[in-house]
Every structure is written in C-alpha cells, then in structure tokens.
C-alpha cells in the first residue's frame, strides 16, 4: 500500500538518480520523499539490497525475471513506468554474417518476444520500470 510505501526504505541506483521522483509522480503518490535511502553504484547491488530486505527498488523488468518468478523478489504496487531508455541490438547494415551473430539475435528476439507475450505473474508491459522489494 502507499501507507507502507510512506515507511519503506527506498534504495536507489546512482546512474537513475531520478527514477522514484518520476515513478512517485506517473503513480500519483505525493508526500514521499523521493530522495531518501540507500544509494547504489549499480542495479545487481540495488537488487541485492532489496533482497536482503533492506528496502524498495525500482528495476527493468528484464533484470528481475527471474528474480519474480522464482520468489526471490515481489512487485507490490500495480503501476508501470515507461521510460525513454532502450537497448539496441546492432550490426551491420545488410545483416550478421556469421552464424553465432545470428543464432544470437534470434534469440534475444525470441526472449523479448516470450517475455512480453505471457511471463507468468508479469503484465505485458515491455519495456517498464516497476518497484520491487524482496
């Protein structure tokens, strides 16, 4: 609820500072300060501080699939944000030449395509940045 929100710890990652002043917002949850808890250098330490307990993070979808699936971390609130950022999978303009270029862009489109059509508990949103706490 947004009351346990209110005494949660909300555990950042340095390199998206803003990310739960953007979330609070798009949620339209007010009187949180977005600043407070923990800072992290990076997202695996901001995961694994969630899953000690510590707090609330926010994260891709795609770094905590498995995370969900297997338990080790929860998406409590209903609320998806959508953001700019994007990864791109490049090559050269007429295609991959070789075969394990190819063999593996076909597999991360197949792990995309799988992952927006029915991972099980996730909503289809791809890609989205939710809250997770462990």
């Known amino acids: ?73 929860v998406i409590p609130f209903d609320h998806d944000l959508s953001t700019d950022s994007a990864y791109y999978l490049l090559y050269p303009k007429h295609g991959p030449k070789r075969r394990s270029a190819i063999a593996f862009r076909e597999w991360i489109r197949d792990v995309l395509e799988s992952e927006r059509k029915g991972t099980p508990g996730l909503h289809d949103l791809l890609p989205g940045q939710r809250p997770v706490k462990a």
């Open 1 to 73: 609820s947004t009351e346990d929100l209110r005494a949660a710890t909300l555990i950042h990652v340095l390199i998206r500072i803003g990310q739960w002043r953007n979330w609070l917002d798009a949620a339209g949850i007010v009187g949180i300060d977005a600043e407070r808890g923990p800072k992290f250098e990076n997202t695996p330490l901001a995961l694994e501080a969630a899953m000690a307990g510590i707090g609330v993070a926010i994260a891709n979808r795609a770094f905590v699939t498995d995370h969900l699936r297997d338990g080790r971390l």
